[in-house]
């Protein structure tokens, strides 16, 4: 079963969730950030060259005008294959472990996968960024103290979806790992 939902950022920007069900074991969740705007890269762009056609008419310089152009590029480049995430995705599968995977505009996809059996909870944290804002987070279990947490780890940090997003997605975790509980409780 799949559906999707819209939702909201902490600014306000719009985000979608897909929620997909593929067993009582086993969901997946991906947040859609909006795409690049081409109005945004199109006034960036513009206002970089003019000012570098502004320099170039006080000191008549082309390297000013070529360095501009491929400092843009670069720019550009950098900003699609590093920084700009178009969707994260988590997969969580009670019998092996969380799959977080981010989407970058430029194609390059970066995953991490945590084991199930280091994972203690899903939990949604509360945080301090200008204002409080809420972020769900997994939480590892200690490999030396049984109760205790070695590492506390952010789901959904490009996104940044408010609280209403997190909740949808916390009840889903829950249910996975009380059916992951339930099945290695039983003999």
Not at 11 to 39: D, K, M, N, T, V
Not at 102 to 124: C, L, Q, R
Request: charged share 20%.
């Amino acid at each position: 079963m799949e559906d999707e939902q819209s939702f909201s950022d902490i600014c306000g920007g719009r985000l979608a969730l897909q929620r997909r069900y593929y067993s009582p074991s086993c969901r997946e969740f991906c947040i859609s950030c909006p795409r690049l705007s081409l109005r945004s890269l199109t006034a960036v762009t513009c206002t970089v060259w003019l000012a570098a056609y502004g320099l170039f008419t006080l000191c008549e310089n082309s390297i000013i005008l070529s360095a501009a152009i491929f400092i843009t590029l670069l720019g550009l480049l950098g900003y699609l294959h590093f920084v700009k995430i178009d969707q994260e995705t988590l997969l969580i599968i009670d019998s092996l472990g969380i799959q977080m995977t981010s989407s970058y505009a430029s194609g390059k996809e970066s995953t991490t996968f945590i084991e199930m059996g280091k994972v203690k909870d899903v939990i949604i944290n509360e945080g301090i960024y200008m204002k409080v804002i809420y972020y769900l987070c997994i939480l590892l279990k200690d490999p030396v103290e049984p109760h205790g947490i070695s590492q506390v780890v952010p789901v959904f940090q490009s996104a940044k979806p408010r609280l209403d997003c997190l909740i949808e997605v916390y009840r889903s975790c829950q249910e996975v790992l009380a059916h992951q509980k339930a099945t290695s409780a039983s003999p």
